[in-house]
């Protein structure tokens, strides 16, 4: 056994980390072990917002220069990252709609709206009359409204209406439904300005709305608008891991988060003058694999295979079988351009927004987006000559196969077909004791924790005792590398879930995206909340959300967001507020009593699943359903739904392509 197995749960990592290390190369794995975290930071009790410090509030030191105490400052560190957090997944959702308003005004003439159902859908939401016109002039309504979200400064936001009118009301009781997305972010930055807001609950309180921002806000528009662009995902087969990339053929990774130029780069790496051009080059043809949420948008829609997630984006390249890395925004580590130099690899640079020094820098455009795909693919394709002259190439044999696609529109489907879909089997599940609760696992990597380990561990905990668990992000990736992500998983599910999955035909681990994503589960929640008989508020379900391995500032907004709907949410690896006592009271109890959710740091994932099937046994008493027992149900002795997903996706459903997406 490798000395890697204790870093990662990933044998394709666990193989290239040797390889790495031969070779000298140093990954974030290395840098996790000689870099100790800073004690003061890591606990949130270092104020750097002004030049009287940075103040390091440890020891007899109790307040800074100013005077600001510890909860002060932890509750402002902690409504900085939630800002940062909110604004990232924001503006990301932010040049969704910029796009579709291109899209609509024929600017972007190699884009066009393929779900008009979900048009639709959206623009009747929104209020837009959408009877007897044109597809693009509703759509460039949709995407104004839904830019005009952003600035709004007053009122409150439209998307705050598809949470459960309970809900909406404690929002509305306690002042926290927010305004306008940018409005909310700046206010935090603001409010935490040296002398500014300095009472930690009032701080953090505004976080919950800066949060509420981004999940019912950006993140939710982003959903909706790259679903009308791009399709409403539907249940596909595809596959995972470092296995992907293939020896003869030129591989394009694609890493980072927005889909506007992965698909047009997945069209350009499709289209055969392309790979004509690649044969002349001595390649059998192009490959696209993807890493991190870009790998989730075109895996959910097109089914693109997904090469890993955050912390395998470096140990890709030491494959030396990658032709070009291309990046947009996010999770992307400056450290892949040293990687880089020690292969043929090209690292591609793409967006206005973010430049890395020593990249490649090919900046997307929408205006001529396919003309942009089709040079970087080319990039790609010059450079495969170059692939095993300096380097070894060395893929690992390691994949394995997934079901991902589903949208929440397709679980409601699922349910009951296209004119009588509902939630009402999964409640109907719930409320008998066959499933327990739903659990949300989502989020990052961190190195600080080995890697993949805690997400594969609680989520096959979780399904062992009958949680259905939805999943977003890379904890999905790394639950689908260790083959969970299909129906092979209903063996490792509980008596009770099996038969549930089985009757409905869906595995217990459902992939529904990528981070901005989430919002599909706040939509899922908001269902099952308003379907009747388990309470009438997402607070009121037996629901648990989980960040088992976070990193970024995105799952704290996100962990807040959910709190702000009402749900008990976990993080693992570490505790950024564990300097102030008073700011975990605050985020745990003091927000339960508010907005019926709570945010907890529990660093130990025995705990984690105990604390999860706690809360969902706690929540069924309060509903007054029958305790859970694992016995009762299973006996049914319903035939696995293999059969199902050997189907091929276009010919397995109804809605989706031929019924609901134009043009396919
Ligand atoms: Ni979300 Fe974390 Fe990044 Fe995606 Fe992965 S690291 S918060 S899961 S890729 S955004």
Known sequence: MSKYVSVTADP???????????????????????IKPCPIGSDGVCCKICAMGPCRLVGKVKTGICGATVDTVVARNLGRQIAAGAAAHSDHGRDMALALLAVAEGEAPDYRVRDIGKLVEVATFLGISVEGRETNDIAKDVAEAALAQFGQQRGTLKYLERAPRKRQQIWKDLGIAPRGIDREVVETLHRTHIGNDQDAEHILDHGLRTALSDGWGGSMLSTDITDILFGTPVPLTSEVNMGCLEEDEVNIIVHGHEPLLSELILMACQDPEM??????????GINLTGICCTAN?????????????????????????????????????????????HYHTKLITTSRKAKITGATHIEFDEHKAFEIAKRIVKEGIDNFPNRGKAEKVYIPNVSAPLVAGFSHEYLRYMQGGYYRGSFRPLNDAVMTGRIRGVAGVVGCNNPRTPHDYTHNYVVQELIK???????????AISVAKLGLLGPEA??????????VCEAIGIPPVLHLGSCVDNTRILTVASQMATEGGLGDDIGDLPAVGLAPEWMSEKALSIGAYFVASGVYVIFGTKNPIAGSEEVQRLISEGWESK?????????????MVQKTLEHIDLKRAELGLPEYDPDRFGQSGDAPLEAFFAVPPEERNLYSRKAYVSGD
């Open 490 to 499: 209903l063996d490792h599910a509980g008596p009770g879930l099996r038969e």
């Open 297 to 341: 948008e075109t895996l959910m829609r097109q089914g693109v295979r997904s090469a890993g997630n955050f912390l395998s984006q470096e140990l890709a390249i030491a494959t030396g079988a990658v032709e070009a890395m291309v990046v947009d925004i996010q999770c992307i580590m400056q450290a892949l351009v040293g990687v880089a130099e």
């Open 12 to 34: 394709a990592v666990e193989q290239l980390l040797e390889v790495a290390h031969e070779k000298g190369i140093e990954t974030a794995f290395d840098r996790a072990e000689y």
């Open 595 to 607: 907005v019926g959710g709570k945010l907890e740091f529990i660093l130990d994932p025995e705990e």
């Open 275 to 284: 790979i004509e051009y690649a044969k002349t080059k001595g390649a059998k």
């Open 465 to 475: 005792n009958d949680v259905l668990v939805v999943q977003t992000g890379c904890s």
